[in-house]
């Protein structure tokens, strides 16, 4: 492995639990919606391709448990053929509206069109199911698919509690393994939130490997000597990688990050804004508040200038140069860690899987480029983070216990413990403590009692959503955040009173099932104490 230089990309693909079957339709579930238009299904396409023309990519790929199981749900998969529906109907007006404006008219006809193709895609190819195919592209060595926790619990929260961590991860494995038919060979910390403490749970799972934020792994013990370039062994011995600091902020860095570049389309300006009421109707919401339609037409341009209209032969050619300076600055970087370490080493280029395609259009573009422009360098290689793993001489690696991190604001856990958030603890604390009582205290229970407990289970893990507090950290949708935490909350303070009381209503519980049916085959055993 030492004969060349590697790159190793991870896109965490997330969307927390949305589902909400009370409402004929609910803003908050097009966000996954969103991300299987704009972003999975342009990834998928963007494999074929790849595939079909024996370019060579890899990639690691994390598909939370939350995740996968909306990616199946009937209702969900009906709404998203209908979201595809509304798209297509309004481009086909679109199309119409625009046909004196040439430019404008082009435009339209994409979105129309992708929208056409992604409704034939879905329902014809895939046959409603992108898990199927992702599986295909793993089961042919080109991906690797990671998990995390069951319900994106920001972990570092919960390490006094050894029964939940070990909640979140049993559930996600199972959810894996039967999904994919296989165990999870690595583990994507929900938010990158790392903590000590969770060495040895990971371990004792037998992941192979995870991975921490720079300065997470930069401030460890004792202090990495060839920094984030080569992974490392915690005191478990698991391989621990740390993020590409100048990787990330490429990318990522609000100003000069490659998806601000003024020539590519601007995500924030939608005609779902801006065009009347009546032309833009099925967008509105009842309350009348306008939606965002997909329709977007505008360039980001240079600031204080007026708008130019989006061009997406420009916004290619800057995708391809965009390509090349990323992959020759990770060549240069690998290469200048090389004179200090004197070995070839490996940058990890970790992202959320939406930035590319839904935040940033032309982020399936870039990544293809970035794939292509690889397979003709000679001396670097695009490599899942699990066969470099598995490739390493494990007891050579440099023991370190990486430091208490994430990659949130300013680096630790405010994005999740704020004065916006921090009301949520106690309440979630309190519900764990009484998950794992309910455990202890109805060990061998079956029929209704069963049923209720693993209702409990649901409803607890569902509160730690790590999203609930971040969303109401940012402040977009915090309404919504906040009704489903305390929805939770209330439903398992419920069960827990009516196991008490040895009372509950099936009807009121079958209603809870229909509605949180997250993972159907959870067993609240899960929250016993380990003997």
Request: proline residues 5%; charged residues 25%; aromatic residues 14%.
């Amino acid at each position: 492995m030492n004969d060349r230089y590697y790159i190793s990309l991870v896109l965490n693909a997330h969307v927390p639990f949305v589902r909400q079957p009370d409402y004929p339709r609910f803003f908050e579930e097009r966000w996954l919606f969103d991300a299987i238009l704009e972003t999975y299904l342009p990834l998928i396409t963007m494999f074929e391709r790849l595939d079909a023309e024996r370019v060579p990519f890899h990639l690691g790929l994390v598909i939370s448990p939350t995740l996968s199981h909306m990616l199946q749900d009937p209702l969900l998969i009906e709404r998203f053929l209908d979201y595809l529906d509304q798209r297509i109907v309004f481009g086909l007006s679109e199309v119409d509206r625009t046909r004196s404006n040439g430019d404008l008219n082009r435009l339209a006809r994409m979105y129309y069109d992708r929208a056409v193709e992604a409704k034939a895609l879905f329902t014809g190819r895939y046959e409603y199911d992108l898990l199927k195919t992702l599986d295909f592209y793993q089961k042919k060595g080109k991906i690797e698919l990671l998990t995390t926790a069951a319900t994106y619990a920001f972990l570092p929260f919960y390490t006094s509690y050894p029964e939940d961590i070990q909640a979140q991860l049993e559930v996600a494995i199972s959810s894996h393994r039967s999904l994919f038919g296989r165990l999870p060979q690595g583990f994507w910390l929900s938010e990158a939130g790392w903590h000590p403490a969770l060495d040895e749970y990971l371990r004792s799972y037998n992941f192979t490997y995870t991975m921490v934020d720079t300065h997470g792994l930069l401030l460890g013990t004792p202090t990495p000597q060839k920094g984030t370039f080569s992974p490392v062994r915690s005191p478990s011995g698991l391989v621990i990688y740390g993020r590409d600091l100048h990787a990330s902020r490429t990318i990522l860095h609000p100003d000069t990050g490659y998806p601000a570049d003024s020539v590519y389309r601007d995500f924030y300006r939608d005609v779902g804004y801006e065009l009347d009421q009546d032309v833009i109707g099925a967008f509105l919401e009842p309350t009348g508040e306008r939606t965002p339609t997909g329709y977007k037409y505008w360039a980001i341009t240079h600031r204080n200038q007026q708008k130019d209209l989006y061009n997406p032969d420009l916004a290619s050619e800057r995708v391809r140069s965009h390509a090349k300076a990323f992959l020759a600055d990770r060549l240069k970087s690998l290469e200048e860690a090389e004179k200090i370490t004197g070995e070839k080493g490996i940058s990890i280029c970790a992202y959320n899987a939406d930035l590319f395609g839904h935040r940033w259009f032309e982020g399936p573009q870039f990544l293809e480029a970035l794939f292509r422009e690889a397979a003709a360098t000679e001396n670097i290689s695009m490599v899942n983070p699990g066969t470099y793993a598995s490739k390493l001489e494990k007891e050579a690696l440099q023991k370190v216990m990486p430091e208490f991190s994430s990659w949130g604001l300013n680096g630790y856990a405010e994005t999740w413990l704020d004065s916006s958030n921090d009301w949520m603890y106690p309440h979630i604390l309190r519900a764990i403590e009484r998950m794992i009582e309910l455990a202890e205290r109805f060990p061998n229970d079956g029929g209704l009692k069963e049923r209720t407990l693993n209702q409990a289970a649901r409803e607890v893990m569902l509160a730690q959503t790590a999203d609930w507090a971040s969303i109401q950290h940012v402040g977009f949708s915090s309404s919504f955040a906040r009704s489903i935490e305390e929805e939770c909350i209330q439903n398992f303070t419920t069960i827990y009173d009516s196991l008490g009381s040895n009372y509950i209503s099936t009807e009121w519980l079958t209603q809870l099932e229909r509605k949180h049916n997250i993972f159907p085959d959870i067993n609240y055993r899960v929250f016993r104490k380990k003997r």
